[in-house]
């Protein structure tokens, strides 16, 4: 059974940085797409970014330019690095991998301070 890890949540002043890492195990084989989203109280759970098993990157426009996502195929590892961290980057992560259907993780609380 595959199951995803989150790490590296935490609380941060803006500006800051925090680095989230997400390890697949339990069945992993050949991953397809990684990725993050984040959920808040009350809304629904939005994307972040993704990466391909070829690379390709795709993030949500409000982190452009601030969130860099990579993988690592061999570690079955995804990390999503955040930089210039605003208040409303404050939430709970979650990673997920697809492999026929999403794999999601537990999720991770990041928060921001003002």
């Known amino acids: 059974q595959v199951q995803l890890v989150e790490s590296g949540g935490g609380l941060v002043q803006a500006g800051g940085s925090l680095r989230l890492s997400c390890v697949a195990s339990?069945?992993?084989?050949?991953?397809?797409?990684m990725g993050w989203y984040r959920q808040v109280p009350g809304k629904t759970r939005d994307f972040v970014a993704a990466v391909s098993s070829g690379g390709s990157t795709h993030y949500v426009d409000s982190v452009k330019g601030r969130f860099t996502i990579a993988r690592d195929n061999a570690k079955n590892t995804v990390y999503l690095q955040m930089n210039s961290l605003k208040p409303e980057d404050t939430a709970v992560y979650y990673c997920?991998?697809?492999?026929?259907?999403?794999?999601w993780g537990q999720g991770i609380q990041d928060t921001v301070s003002a």
């Open positions: 997920y991998v697809y492999m026929g259907s999403n794999y």
């Open positions: 339990g069945g992993v084989f050949v991953a397809g797409s």
